[in-house]
C-alpha cells in the first residue's frame, strides 16, 4: 500500500471508500471515510446532531425486548446499517468495536429499539468523521529492534490508562474521548 501511495502526485488515493494518504516528511499513513460517512448520511436521511459516545455506558442492549417474530423490514433496515457501520469500524474507526461487537449480536432479531441504538453510532460519526487514522510505517519495525536489543523495556500498563479498553467495552465519556485521542491523535482531515 505504502509504495502504491508513494508513487501518487498528492500523496493520497481512495480504495474502496477509504481515503489513504502518506506524508513523505515524517512516513505517517493516514486514512478515513468522510465521504463514505456523508455519503451514508445522506442515504440515511440523518440531520441529527452529533452525539459524544457510539454507545452510552448505560445502555444494556442486552435488555431490549426481543419479538417471538421480528419484523422484517426492520430487520433488513437494521443488517444494512449495521454492515455500513462494520465497513467503517473495520477500516478506519477501531473505537468502534465494542459498539459494533454489542450491536451485531441481533442482526436476526433485532427491534426498532436495536435500530435506535445503531443510530447513536451514526450520530457519533457525524461528529468525528474528519479525524484520520494514522500510523508510521518504519517506526513499527525501529521500534521491534529497540524492544528486542533491550534498549526499551515493556511495562504494564495501569488500568486508567488502557487505551485498548476502548475496543473492549463501553467507556464513560471522558475515558472514551480521552484514549480516542490517545489511539487517534487529535488529527482533524484539513487540519495542518
Same mark, same amino acid.
Given at each position: 500500500?505504502?509504495?502504491?501511495? /508513494?508513487?501518487?502526485? =498528492?500523496?493520497?488515493?481512495?480504495?474502496?471508500?477509504?481515503?489513504?494518504?502518506?506524508?513523505?516528511?515524517? =512516513?505517517?499513513?493516514?486514512? &478515513? *471515510?468522510?465521504? +463514505? %460517512?456523508?455519503?451514508?448520511?445522506?442515504?440515511?436521511?440523518? &440531520?441529527?446532531?452529533? /452525539?459524544?459516545?457510539?454507545?452510552?455506558?448505560?445502555?444494556?442492549?442486552?435488555? @431490549?425486548?426481543? @419479538?417471538?417474530?421480528?419484523?422484517?423490514? =426492520?430487520?433488513?433496515? +437494521?443488517?444494512?446499517?449495521?454492515?455500513?457501520?462494520?465497513? %467503517?469500524?473495520?477500516?478506519?474507526?477501531?473505537?468502534?468495536? +465494542?459498539?459494533?461487537?454489542?450491536?451485531?449480536?441481533?442482526?436476526?432479531?433485532?427491534?426498532?429499539?436495536?435500530?435506535?441504538?445503531?443510530? $447513536?453510532?451514526?450520530? +457519533?460519526?457525524?461528529? %468525528?468523521?474528519?479525524?484520520?487514522?494514522?500510523?508510521?510505517? *518504519?517506526?513499527?519495525?525501529?521500534? *521491534?529492534?529497540?524492544?528486542? &536489543?533491550?534498549?526499551?523495556?515493556?511495562?504494564?500498563?495501569?488500568?486508567?490508562?488502557?487505551?485498548?479498553? %476502548?475496543?473492549?467495552?463501553?467507556?464513560?465519556?471522558?475515558?472514551?474521548? &480521552?484514549?480516542?485521542?490517545? $489511539?487517534?491523535?487529535?488529527?482533524? $482531515?484539513?487540519?495542518?
Amino acid at each position: 500500500m505504502v509504495a502504491l501511495i /508513494c508513487n501518487v502526485k =498528492d500523496s493520497s488515493i481512495g480504495i474502496l471508500s477509504v481515503r489513504y494518504t502518506y506524508d513523505k516528511i515524517t =512516513d505517517v499513513i493516514g486514512c &478515513n *471515510q468522510q465521504a +463514505y %460517512i456523508d455519503r451514508l448520511l445522506v442515504k440515511r436521511h440523518e &440531520n441529527a446532531n452529533a /452525539c459524544k459516545l457510539p454507545i452510552n455506558p448505560d445502555s444494556d442492549v442486552e435488555s @431490549f425486548p426481543i @419479538f417471538d417474530t421480528p419484523d422484517k423490514i =426492520d430487520l433488513r433496515a +437494521y443488517a444494512a446499517l449495521i454492515g455500513e457501520l462494520l465497513y %467503517i469500524a473495520i477500516n478506519s474507526m477501531p473505537q468502534l468495536s +465494542y459498539s459494533m461487537s454489542s450491536l451485531t449480536r441481533y442482526m436476526s432479531k433485532s427491534t426498532p429499539a436495536h435500530l435506535t441504538s445503531a443510530k $447513536v453510532v451514526l450520530r +457519533y460519526l457525524i461528529g %468525528i468523521k474528519k479525524r484520520q487514522l494514522t500510523w508510521c510505517g *518504519q517506526q513499527v519495525c525501529f521500534i *521491534q529492534k529497540l524492544i528486542q &536489543n533491550g534498549l526499551i523495556n515493556v511495562k504494564q500498563c495501569p488500568t486508567a490508562a488502557q487505551t485498548a479498553d %476502548i475496543g473492549t467495552k463501553a467507556l464513560p465519556r471522558v475515558l472514551f474521548e &480521552n484514549f480516542t485521542d490517545q $489511539v487517534l491523535g487529535d488529527k482533524h $482531515v484539513g487540519d495542518k
